[in-house]
């Protein structure tokens, strides 16, 4: 109960930072619909994400891991199908520059836009997971 507590924690924060980051998410309730797709994000990735990883293991084989953010973008889609007010439009990252390095404006649509938060989705939760080990 304690894991799963935590993994919601961790979920529901970078799913926060990434709706953030880039625009293209929304939450028609607010607060109360990013706390059910948080859920959601929790359950899906518990429940589906072993299975989607066990199918694209061949892959992920070949790649080295490279391809583990799709089992992140299916979870995404899985759960704006079941959170009613929660919906991906776009992915629109505005772009961001400093002294070190430039990230150029990215904007995609469709099918894209759930790969692009999902790439943004397993950095972040990745980060932070190593952060807490």
Known sequence: ????????????????VVANIARGLIFENGIKTFLIAGFGVTIISHIAK????LL??????????????????IVIYVVSLVVDDFKVIAFNFSGFSSKWFDFPAINLQGT??????????????????WLIK
Do not use: C, E, H
């Not at 894209?112 to 999902?118: D, M, Q």
């Open 50 to 53: 072993p299975v989607i990883n």
């Open 1 to 16: 109960m304690k894991k799963v507590l935590r993994n919601y924690a961790i979920d529901t924060f970078s799913l926060w």
């Open 56 to 73: 694209l293991l061949p892959l992920n084989l070949i790649t080295f891991g490279i391809f583990r953010w799709v089992s992140s973008a």
């Open 112 to 129: 894209l836009s759930y790969i692009g938060f999902s790439f943004l989705l397993s950095i972040i939760s990745s980060f932070i997971y």
